[in-house]
C-alpha cells in the first residue's frame, strides 16, 4: 500500500485544517486508515483510525473534541479534519495503514504501511 499525504501547512492558534491521504496498491483488501504524528523531540504518536468500511473510527482522548477522521473509500482518501489548533499540534503528520482483522483494531493501530508525512505549524 502506497501512501502520499497533503494539506499540511503553517496556521494560527485556533485555526483549522484538513489533511489528506490517498491510498493505491491493496485497497481492494480490507485496510486499516489511521493518522499519527510526531513533534520535534518526541516519539511518534497514535491520533486516529477509521476501520476499512468507515463504519468504525477512532480519536484519542487528547484532541477528540478537537479532530476528526473520515474516510472516502470511492477515492481511497482517508481525512484528518482538525479544528481549533493548538502550537503544541505542531509536528509532522503521517497517515498509516494495515490489513485490518478486527472491528477493535481502531483503537489500537500500529501502522504497517506509511506515507511521507506533512508538516503542520501552529504559530502566531
Known sequence: VQLQA???????????????????????????????RQAPGKEREFLAAVGWTGETSHVVDSVKARFAISRDNAKNTVYLQMNSLKPEDTAVYYCAAEVQTSRAQVVRMRGAYWGQGTLVTVSS
Open 6 to 36: 497533503s494539506g499540511g501547512g503553517s496556521v494560527q492558534p485556533g485555526g483549522s485544517l484538513k489533511l489528506s491521504c490517498v491510498a493505491s496498491g491493496g485497497t481492494d483488501s480490507r485496510i486499516l486508515l489511521g493518522w499519527f
